[in-house]
């Protein structure tokens, strides 16, 4: 089964069975060569200002699962947002500890401006790596994240306990 992807003016696409690993010779019709859009073979039609960078067109379920996971790191980080200001808005104050509420919630609104922030710089990176044919570089931020998240729990247990010593 032949499988191209769309593509712009001079821009490369693959048949989905040389990406995908099946057998290009069977499979594609062509050997399995890349094509522009007009069917010829790669180098065929004028090389536009990313191909003459060593770019190419990735493979669109490559795009979309990037995009999907920019996208799954932006709804966490307006998650933390919005609990930090649930924390600070909505939480019952500490005894003895009336700053208590900020010291949990501000880092959770920075945490998630952080995250928002990362997630696009490593969406352009990865984006660029599979436009280049590059490998993907490791993701720093769930390491970043359980290393916050785990941080800031312990300071709400420690102004729990202490707000309940203290008001007793």
Same mark, same amino acid.
């Given at each position: 089964?032949?499988?191209? +992807? =769309?593509?712009?003016?001079?821009?490369?696409?693959? @048949?989905?069975?040389?990406?995908?690993?099946?057998?290009?010779?069977?499979? @594609? *019709?062509?050997?399995?060569?890349?094509? &522009?859009?007009?069917?010829?073979?790669?180098?065929?039609?004028?090389? *536009?200002?990313?191909?003459?960078? *060593?770019?190419?067109? =990735?493979?669109?379920?490559? &795009?979309?699962?990037?995009?999907?996971?920019?996208?799954?790191?932006?709804?966490?980080?307006?998650?933390?947002?919005?609990?930090?200001?649930?924390?600070?808005?909505?939480?019952? =104050?500490?005894?003895?500890?009336?700053?208590?509420?900020?010291?949990?919630?501000?880092?959770?609104?920075?945490?998630?401006?952080?995250?928002?922030?990362?997630? +696009?710089?490593?969406?352009?990176?990865?984006?660029?790596?599979?436009?280049?044919?590059?490998?993907?570089?490791?993701?720093?931020? =769930?390491?970043?994240?359980?290393?916050?998240?785990?941080?800031?729990?312990?300071?709400?247990?420690?102004?729990?306990?202490?707000?309940?010593?203290?008001?007793?």
């Amino acid at each position: 089964m032949l499988s191209v +992807y =769309p593509a712009g003016r001079g821009r490369t696409v693959q @048949c989905a069975a040389a990406v995908s690993g099946w057998s290009p010779q069977t499979e @594609c *019709g062509r050997g399995g060569r890349n094509q &522009t859009h007009n069917g010829s073979a790669d180098g065929d039609s004028a090389a *536009g200002a990313g191909q003459a960078r *060593g770019e190419s067109e =990735p493979d669109a379920r490559f &795009t979309f699962a990037n995009e999907r996971t920019f996208l799954a790191w932006s709804r966490t980080s307006l998650a933390l947002v919005v609990a930090g200001l649930a924390v600070v808005q909505l939480l019952a =104050p500490f005894r003895g500890v009336p700053w208590g509420r900020h010291l949990i919630g501000t880092p959770l609104i920075l945490l998630g401006a952080a995250v928002s922030v990362i997630s +696009y710089l490593e969406w352009k990176r990865n984006q660029r790596a599979l436009r280049r044919g590059e490998p993907l570089v490791r993701s720093r931020l =769930p390491s970043v994240l359980a290393v916050t998240i785990a941080v800031i729990a312990v300071i709400a247990v420690a102004l729990s306990l202490y707000s309940a010593v203290a008001g007793t």
